[in-house]
Every structure is written in structure tokens, then in C-alpha cells.
DNA sequence: CTGTGGTCCTGTATGC
DNA sequence: TGCATACAGGACCACA
């Protein structure tokens, strides 16, 4: 469910709160977010008792917590996942799942619904975890080339919607951001990326780090209580799309009703106007 | 390499 | 009101 700009609000959240922090105890409450550390539930807490966080880090979607000894805590939120920062007497959340007592007297839990993403134990990732080696950079990565990219891009056949949802291509960019920055460049999701210029290409990864942008300053896009930031707030980039969500709605730009059709098996918003086949 | 479809989960909205 | 169904922002895997 989150994409960059909801991730990207979660780790700033984290920053100060988590920096030079001492983990005095773990509690894991449901397993399955901690799948992915072979040794166990129990074992996850024991190995992360007495470690001290570095600065938060993010790339595309995935979210590691570097601690002080080279290791990391990689994390991703899924569809439904949080990190909140409570008292550790406040009251539980619905739904959560791994406990972080810190040396401030602050916790920080891990939400998490349905429970698609989750927390591992990164041996020696606090500079680049290597289980995310195949994750690409993202649009926000100041060693992102957008110019290789394009070009890269204008290479594959895939409809243009799906290399944007390629997160070894490109990451960061979900279902919301990609409609958003099609409906931007006036692109239709089903054009072939051969079929398009490299300058074009270029439009909608401009226009794509610019939706990500605009909804970064706005604390990212909440429909529901799912995403929101370490404080429990929502974000209101909602109210700011132009095309996800707003089916039989006017487009901003001509008028026409917006469509929505199935692709990849999931929902795609377009303008049939601005963004002709 | 490309595309498709299923899977992991839980909850909400909608229609009958 | 009960019940069934569709749908949900993601990633990964098997398979063709």
C-alpha cells in the first residue's frame, strides 16, 4: 500500500526518535511478520536485545534501520504496515505486531493488518542491505540517472505501466504514483515502452518524482486508517489525485470521465482523452 | 526476457 | 439482518 512518498514520511518519522537508541527489549506478538529470520520469533527478539540504531534508511519502498554494529533491521510496510511511537503503556493498536522497547522509555511497534510486508535481520546491512541488492534506485536517489534510465526503458516491450511498477527498474513507484504520472505526460499505461521516445520516457519519470514530491510535502496519500504516519496521522495527498481513484469523475484537464479497466490484475485509472491508446 | 496468474493475510464496501 | 462476493496501495514465485 505505501509507496516512496508514504515510506519516505516514515522514515523521517523515525529519525530523530530512533537515532543513537538502544533497543532494551523486543517482543514479538505474532510471527509472521518476522517469517523471513529463519531461527524464530524468540530468536529475533534475543539477537536484537542491546543494539543501538543508526539513521533510519530508505530505498524505493524497502526501509532498513541500521544499527550501530554494521547490521541492520530491514523492513517492509506491504500493503498494511506501520510504525507508530508510543508509551509503552498506551493502549495497543488493533493489529500489532512486533514491540521495540527503547532506552528513552519510548516504543516503537510495528502495525501491521494483513501482514504482507514485515521485519528481517540484515547481516552487515546498515550501509545496503543485501537482500535488497535487486531493488533499483529510486527517483528521489541522487545517483539516479534519469537519462540511463530512459534510455534503458525504451529498450523493453512491456506496456510502459508495468516497467513503471518494476521496482528492479525503478523503484518507489506503486499503482497511486504510476496512474498519477501517466495522467501527468498524458500517456496512456498500455503503451508498449518501445513505442515511446526517450524524451518521453523522460516526461514521466519527471512527472512521476513530481506527483511523489507534491504528496511527500502533503504527509503522503491516505484513503483509511492504513497509512499513516509514526504519530498515527494521515497524510492528504487524497484529495490532490488527479486520475487514481476518480472513476466516471471529470478529468482536471478536458472534462471526460476518467475509465478504469483491469490491468495486471489490479485496478488502472486514465483520462480516455488525454491519455489516448 | 516477457507476461500471467496465484499466493500470502485481514478488513471493508457492496449487492442480493 | 445475514450472507456472499469483490476489492484493497505489494512482492514474489512458478509456469508458459
Known amino acids: 500500500m505505501p509507496e516512496l512518498p508514504e515510506v519516505e514520511v516514515v522514515r523521517r518519522g523515525l529519525e530523530p526518535a530512533l537515532n543513537r537508541r538502544r533497543i ?52 517492509h510496510l506491504g500493503m498494511s504496515g506501520q510504525f507508530r511511537l508510543n508509551a509503552p503503556d498506551a493502549p495497543h493498536q488493533r493489529h500489532v505486531r512486533v514491540l521495540f522497547d527503547l532506552d528513552d522509555g519510548v516504543q516503537l511497534r510495528f502495525v501491521d493488518q494483513r501482514m504482507f510486508g514485515g521485519l528481517s535481520l540484515s547481516d552487515g546491512g546498515a550501509d545496503l542491505p543485501a537482500e535488497i541488492a535487486h531493488i533499483a534506485r529510486d527517483l528521489f536517489d541522487p545517483d539516479c540517472d534519469a537519462d540511463a534510465l530512459a534510455a534503458r526503458i525504451v529498450m523493453k516491450s512491456s506496456a510502459i505501466k508495468r516497467v513503471l511498477l518494476d521496482q528492479s527498474v525503478v523503484s518507489g513507484i506503486g499503482n497511486i504514483y504510476a496512474d498519477e504520472a501517466l495522467w501527468r ?3 496512456h499505461g498500455a503503451t508498449p515502452a518501445r513505442d515511446l521516445d526517450a524524451a518521453s520516457v523522460r516526461s514521466i519519470l519527471d512527472a512521476a518524482r513530481a506527483v511523489m514530491a507534491d504528496a511527500l510535502a502533503q504527509g503522503g496519500t491516505s484513503f483509511d486508517a492504513l497509512y499513516v504516519n509514526v504519530n498515527g496521522e494521515s497524510g492528504y495527498f487524497d484529495r490532490t489525485l488527479n486520475a487514481y481513484g476518480r472513476e466516471d469523475e471529470p478529468c482536471l484537464r478536458c472534462g471526460a470521465p476518467i475509465v478504469r479497466e483491469a490491468f495486471m490484475n489490479r485496478s488502472s485509472f486514465f483520462c480516455p482523452v488525454c491519455q489516448p491508446r
Not at 527478539?45 to 543501538?52: C, D, I, N, Q
Open 24 to 75: 532494551t527489549a523486543v517482543t514479538v506478538l505474532h510471527p509472521r511478520p518476522v517469517r523471513r529470520f529463519e531461527a524464530g520469533p524468540d530468536a529475533f527478539a534475543a539477537a536484537l536485545a542491546g543494539r543501538t540504531f543508526g539513521v533510519p534508511r530508505r530505498r524505493g519502498k524497502y526501509l532498513w534501520l541500521p544499527l550501530t554494529d554494521g547490521d541492520a533491521i530491514l523492513a
Open 185 to 187: 505526460a498524458g500517456v
